[in-house]
Structure formats: C-alpha cells, structure tokens
Nanobody, 124 residues
Framework: EVQLVESGGGLVQAGGSLRLSCAAS????????IGWFRQAPGKEREGVSC????????YYADSVKGRFTISSDNAKNTVYLQMNSLKPEDTAVYYC?????????????????WGQGTQVTVSS
C-alpha cells in the first residue's frame, strides 16, 4: 500500500521556521519525484516546491524562493521541506505528493499519490 505521511506542521510566529517531513512507503522511492503543495482556505492548491528523482533538480514557487528548501534522504524514503522566515501568508495545509514523472512537475494533476496533509499556521 502506497503511503505518504506528512509531519512537522504547527503554529509558529512570523519569522520563525518549521521543517516538514514526508515519509514514503509502499513504492520504490527512487523512481518518483516528490512535490510539496499547499492549500489555504478558499484558495486553490498550489505547488510550493518539487524535487526530481532523476537528477535532484528542484523547483520553488516565486513566493517561497530563498526561504524554503526541499531535500531528499533516499535512505530514509523521506523528503523534507525546510521553511524559514515564515509569513502569515504561508498559512495553509501542506501536502506532499508523488509522481511517476522523473522530472520536476508543478501541476497537482500530474501527481499520483497524496498524503493527508499537515497544518501550518503562521501568526503575525
């Protein structure tokens, strides 16, 4: 059974940091690219960051460039999202997802497996 389990969300003040983890099981981790998405109330799900399984190339949304860092530990089948200098507008449910594509994919429609999400709340 394919599973993606996010953790690390919580409540933090503006300017603070959080590290999200996405633990994967049930599939060959090295064959999948992983993306982080977020969805705020009343808004569409948006791509935050992605990492390719083929060469480790990454993508960041303009809104998080320079503040968020995605990384992968293949030995642990885990992808991390280090979030620094958090802003109230980063408040959302964050999801990780896996795609068979070996390149960076930013559309949520291209992802095949999803985690249940973890809430990130940034207070001003």
């Amino acid at each position: 059974e394919v599973q993606l389990v996010e953790s690390g969300g919580g409540l933090v003040q503006a300017g603070g940091s959080l590290r999200l983890s996405c633990a994967a099981s049930g599939f060959t981790f090295d064959d999948y690219s992983i993306g982080w998405f977020r969805q705020a109330p009343g808004k569409e799900r948006e791509g935050v960051s992605c990492i390719s399984s083929s060469d480790g190339s990454t993508y960041y949304a303009d809104s998080v460039k320079g503040r968020f860092t995605i990384s992968s530990d293949n030995a642990k089948n885990t992808v991390y999202l280090q979030m620094n200098s958090l802003k109230p507008e980063d408040t959302a449910v964050y999801y990780c997802a896996a795609t068979w594509a070996i390149v960076v994919v930013t559309s949520p429609n291209e992802y095949h497996y999803w985690g249940q999400g973890t809430q990130v709340t940034v207070s001003s």
